[in-house]
């Protein structure tokens, strides 16, 4: 996880100035941006003749960015996930630019039948696919950029300091009410302290919500923007998921620690990117793992 900034990266960094860099390359063809993100901007286009999703990264953290996408798409698509398929990557005028085939596809949203329980199982399928190996097994791929929290460093400090950042951030804002994070960051020492270093890590794709994940049209789930991958333990995405999608099944009780801490972490970075009227909709992922107001 990068912590970089949105609201400073999204004032220096602006679609026309990465559309002006594809411009520069005689075998693209823009045809219209697809999103803006702090990171990166997207667009839609032609790349050798080909349909792709073009990617320009933001200069602070393009290297390692980009990078990480076309590391984790690899390792993925080796694992049986249905991924873009990498046509370049390449550096142009300081900026690191990638472009992936489109893939056809349905929208996961809109999939017949998508009711939670389909949704999670959905998920279930990605997550399990990604965990047939660990980071031991990867070989070279592992000793990219993909394992912040393995870098000669404790990995529950690791996440202790990526929390601890966004508290901070949510304070600054004042975006949720003291005795609440109080509670919050209380329970989450709590958990932390009786957890030990995971034997394994598996490969996460660190981002998972409804506009990352696709069917194509054999029915397969995939996933798109692998930005955020990295190593972690096997609850990572479970917890993104859940958080960010609110797709819990009712009843569904977490039984893992390290789940539950990543729910609480998950929590505050969306504190952090929604808006402070949208912050009521997340309380109810908040009592399905245990954490009442009046804890």
Known sequence: ????????????????????????????????????????SVFFGLAGGEEAVLKVYHPDVGFLKSKNESAASEISARLGVQVP??????????????????????????????????????????????????????????????????????????????????????REKRLIERNTTEKLIKYHDRLLSGLTDPKDFFLSHGDLSGKHLFLDLGGRVGAIDWEEAMFMDGSFDHAVWLVRTGHFDRGAEPNSSYLRVHLIREYFVQIYYKKPRELSKLWPTLFEIGVKRND
Do not use: C
Request: net charge positive; glycine share 6%.
């Open 85 to 170: 398929e990498l046509i370049f990557l390449k550096r142009v005028e300081g900026l690191w630019v990638s472009a992936f085939r489109r893939i056809p596809e349905a929208s996961f949203r809109n999939f017949s039948g998508s009711s939670t329980s389909v949704k999670n199982a959905k998920v279930a399928q990605l997550v399990q696919m990604l965990q047939m190996e660990t980071s031991k097994e990867f070989g070279p791929l592992a000793n990219r950029d993909l394992v912040p929290s393995l870098r000669g460093r404790n990995y529950l400090d690791y996440l202790s300091d990526t929390f601890l950042f966004y508290v901070k951030r949510a």
């Open 1 to 40: 996880m990068l912590w970089l900034d949105p609201e400073k990266s999204l004032s220096d960094w602006r679609p026309g100035d990465a559309g002006r860099v594809l411009h520069r390359l005689d075998e693209v063809r823009v045809m219209r941006l697809a999103g803006h993100s702090p990171t990166s």
